[in-house]
């Protein structure tokens, strides 16, 4: 719902509300303009900058694909098409909550000025540390999740052009995986070291390459196809054979959603990008909203036309195929080979979603570097006066690296066990969905009567939505935190709930031994 753009309460003569009220509006918040605007000076106008970063960061070609082996072996086609209506109902909750509220305060800090705000004068610094921390730590995991998953998809690329598994393909070792994902996460440091104007351009190829690439996919995949699975099995076959020691169907569809929540995640993006973008108040909550719809209806297509070349669950999930067990690939693969002879053209489909992939990697640290750079603003972060600074193009630099550094880090537990990696996928969800939840909470509760919205909200339905949206992350946070096999062992223990745990307790621990005693929650850097 829209209502007229609000008053920004300076006098009416003041040239400057006039000339720049986005400056003004942020001056009103306790801020200094430092970062450039620059989303809206590159191809598309403000809103379609704001939704494109969001929407490539999404990126539900990548989400779907790293995630699909999942959803194929926890309940398969069901879960996978009929659960993605489930969580794009909730998870659209959280995102229109979260617009209304970004309408409102629209920063780079995004959640965590949000928790801070809203929470009431006695609550405001504890929650805003222990939401800003929650949002960073999973940011940090999805950083590493996504382009781990890319080193993954490139060291598949090259093993089915040589061969194969089975055909004396080449097998890349653990080590030079990372020694990729390292490369990798290089690049995307140098591409966000560039002026914001060039971030809008990448962040606008991502939105067009999702797009255009889910479009060529769908197409290309019933077209090549020989072996198609029928409506019916896509749409009412709940696989069970999970070869995991789950045998209840509800739990199995339970852990299933995980490829669904996984694969629309990152559009606080939108919020983390406001102090770079013109017209914020309305063109942060904008890009929430529309990179989150379309992302839930470009992802559903996906799913379907990827599930259609769904004809033997088992030979797909099997370690021992040509792929090593990476079912999308392989399928692809399969398809392109038994229509022409050769699978080059499976992995050309697999090029496209690289691709994405890596856009998706770049753009991801763009919101991670924001984030980080508004969190040392405010004096969270150790050594914030080191990660708070902008260089003449006004960039946070040292921020950028930072987000590089730590998510390399984050991807040795790689070398130790690939178990404890997974839950990567785990913490990058949960964590960011606790994040989205906390502001939500206080905004439901503490803050229903004093709350102000912004040009963009939700009026009487703004507490109903909310709560939804509350409960529908309640409820994943124990989803996710199950155990994924039984009987649970070494080899399989899910670290989620270990790492969720330990996230919430070193927070809760450095604000009860340290923090408490001068973190006040966001810093004004302006007399407003």
């Given at each position: ?303 379907v036309a990827l599930a259609s070349l769904v ?50 990697g770049c753009a991801c640290i763009t919101s ?57 996928l785990s913490i990058a969800t949960v964590g ?97």
């Amino acid at each position: 719902m829209a209502v007229p753009r609000r008053s920004l309460e300076l006098p009416a003569a003041d040239p400057a509300a006039e000339a720049d009220p986005d400056r003004t509006r942020l001056h009103q918040l306790g801020y200094k303009q430092e970062l450039k605007r620059g989303l809206s000076q590159v191809l598309l106008p403000c809103v379609l900058s704001n939704f494109a970063l969001s929407f490539s960061i999404i990126s539900v070609m990548m989400g779907v694909t790293i995630t699909y082996n999942t959803g194929l072996r926890y309940g398969g086609p069901v879960s996978m098409t009929l659960g993605w209506f489930v969580v794009t109902l909730f998870n659209g909750c959280v995102a229109l909550s979260m617009a209304e509220i970004c309408s409102a305060y629209p920063t780079s800090g995004g959640l965590y000025y949000w928790s801070a705000k809203l929470a009431g004068k006695d609550w405001a610094p504890l929650a805003s540390w222990v939401t800003g921390w929650f949002n960073i730590v999973g940011q940090w995991a999805a950083t590493t999740s996504i382009d781990f998953s890319l080193a993954q998809l490139v060291q598949v690329m090259v093993l089915l052009g040589t061969g194969g598994l089975n055909g004396g393909g080449y097998m890349a070792s653990k080590y030079v995986v990372l020694a990729t994902y390292g490369a990798i996460l290089v690049i995307h440091g140098l591409i966000n070291s560039l002026p914001i104007q060039y971030m809008a351009w990448f962040g606008q190829l991502g939105a067009f390459w999702n797009a255009a690439g889910i479009i060529v996919l769908v197409i290309l995949i019933p077209a090549v196809a020989k072996e198609r699975a029928s409506a019916g099995f896509i749409f009412t076959h709940f696989n069970v054979d999970d070869s995991m020691g789950i045998h209840d169907k509800a739990y199995i569809l339970a852990v299933g959603l995980l490829m669904s929540q996984y694969s629309v995640i990152g559009y606080d993006a939108s919020a983390h990008m406001t102090e770079e973008t013109k017209n914020a108040d309305w063109s942060g909550p904008m890009g929430i909203i529309t990179s989150v719809a379309l992302s839930s209806v470009f992802g559903w297509i996906y799913v379907v036309a990827l599930a259609s070349l769904v004809t033997d669950i088992p030979y797909l999930l099997d370690p021992s195929n040509d792929a090593g067990g990476y079912a999308v690939a392989q399928a692809l693969y399969d398809a392109f080979h038994r229509r022409y002879g050769t699978g080059a053209g499976g992995l050309v489909c697999l090029g496209i979603i690289a691709i994405a992939t890596f856009l998706c990697g770049c753009a991801c640290i763009t919101s991670n570097s924001r984030m980080g750079y508004a969190f040392s603003r405010d004096r969270a972060m150790p050594f914030s006066h080191v990660w708070y600074r902008v260089n003449k193009q006004e960039v946070p630099l040292n921020v950028v690296w930072l987000s590089v550094a730590v998510a390399f880090v984050m991807a040795l537990t790689s070398l130790g066990s690939q178990v404890a990696f997974q839950a990567m996928l785990s913490i990058a969800t949960v964590g960011q969905y606790v994040a989205y939840a906390l502001p939500i909470v206080f905004r439901v509760t503490t803050a229903r009567k004093s709350f102000v919205p912004g040009p963009f909200h939700l009026g009487k339905y703004g507490i109903l939505v909310g709560w939804a949206g509350v409960a529908w992350v309640a409820l994943v946070t124990v989803l996710f935190s199950l155990p994924v096999a039984y009987p649970v062992a070494e080899d399989n223990f899910n670290y989620t709930p270990v790492l969720v745990g330990g996230v919430l307790a070193l927070s809760v621990g450095a604000w009860v031994l340290h923090a408490r005693f001068w973190f006040q929650g966001p810093i004004t850097n302006v007399d407003v």
